[in-house]
């Protein structure tokens, strides 16, 4: 059996350290996963770039991920890439796509775009595969951290860093005059002859075109008409309110599950909680920015993305740590509740 399909994706914290993991965050891992397979074995396999690429019965077939019985050590799930009997020559193919994907993340984390240029030339299926990987990662705040890995060769990554560096390869083909921002809304409209949108604004209840790339239309066929987050270049009008959104890099549910806080690191240091810390999230009263407080803490964030919020947190947490040290100035010993390690 070929080891350029084997890989290892390792869970780490909430539940994973007792070998329990939720079933909506391995869907959410192994699912991202498939499908950035999927469209490697579309660039593997010479399948042209359409403007829905649905998946083929072939590669369906040939190119499944394939999961094992978790091992011991937090939760590892060995996973195999493809199923090589399915024709008499399939496992030179589903090695290939192995190298590939194994090629393709290590030029992402790396922040090697040429190389994944030579791989994926077709702007479209780059950033679609990008969006993809992006997507691996557990959500921000559920305490849960997770890492892929190839046990016979060097290849070993945070998803997390993939994450954020993915995020910086979709951006970087932007143009860095533009003013990008992140405005959530109401989805009401796809049109997807014209590859647009519109949500309707809380604040006004104004509707927003917002036109997308083409890399975005599988996203938009799996979300709800719940309220959603659009990042791209936001058109203002004279009242410096959102008119329009051109060129979305982005579309995203809003996330309103608990923050768990049992370990953080931020900047090289480690905090470890006493006891779990669990954070609901709210909207403030225009509905775009994410809130988390804990008066009793001196914990008081906000940010438009789930991701910023995860960082801010972090960050407020060590400034606690720093600077309230034994509850100096709000009558709480900060330091009861969590320690640095």
Request: aromatic content about 8%; glycine content about 4%; hydrophobic content about 35%.
């Amino acid at each position: 059996m070929s080891d350029k399909r084997q890989f290892e994706i390792k869970f780490e914290g909430r539940f994973a350290d007792g070998q329990m993991l939720p079933v909506a965050t391995l869907t959410q891992v192994l699912g991202a996963m498939q499908r950035a397979v999927h469209l490697l074995a579309m660039q593997y396999e010479n399948i042209s770039v359409r403007q829905r690429e649905r998946i083929n019965k072939t590669v369906d077939a040939k190119y499944p991920l394939l999961c094992s019985l978790p091992k011991p050590g937090s939760y590892i799930v060995p996973v195999e890439i493809g199923d090589p009997t399915v024709t008499l020559f399939a496992i030179n193919d589903v090695e290939a796509v192995g190298e590939l994907f194994s090629d393709c993340c290590t030029f992402i984390s790396t922040g090697e775009l040429s190389g994944l240029v030579a791989r994926i030339p077709d702007s479209t299926r780059r950033d679609r595969f990008i969006d993809a990987v992006r997507s691996m990662t557990p959500s921000p705040g559920s305490g849960i951290k997770a890492g892929i890995s190839q046990p016979a060769s060097i290849f070993s990554v945070s998803l997390d860093s993939l994450s954020e560096r993915a995020k910086s390869c979709l951006s970087t083909a932007a143009d860095p005059e533009r003013q990008v921002r992140t405005v959530t809304g109401r989805l009401s409209e796809i049109q997807f002859d014209e590859r647009k949108i519109r949500i309707v604004y809380p604040a006004n209840n104004r509707e927003l075109e917002c036109t997308y790339s083409e890399a975005l239309e599988e996203m938009l066929l799996e979300r709800p008409r719940e309220l959603i987050q659009v990042t791209g270049e936001v058109i203002m009008d004279e009242n410096d309110l959102p008119k329009k959104i051109i060129n979305v890099e982005s579309i995203e549910e809003v996330d309103f599950s608990a923050f768990y806080l049992q370990m953080i690191e931020y900047a090289g240091r480690v905090f470890e909680f006493s006891k779990p810390l669990e954070l609901t999230p709210e909207l403030d009263e225009t509905q775009q920015l994410y809130c988390l407080e804990k008066p009793e803490l001196g914990i008081d964030v906000y940010a438009y993305t789930r991701d910023q919020l995860d960082f801010e947190l972090r960050e407020q947490i060590a400034f606690l740590w720093e600077h309230l040290c034994n509850g100096c100035r709000r009558g709480v010993d900060q330091r009861s509740y969590c320690r640095e390690t």
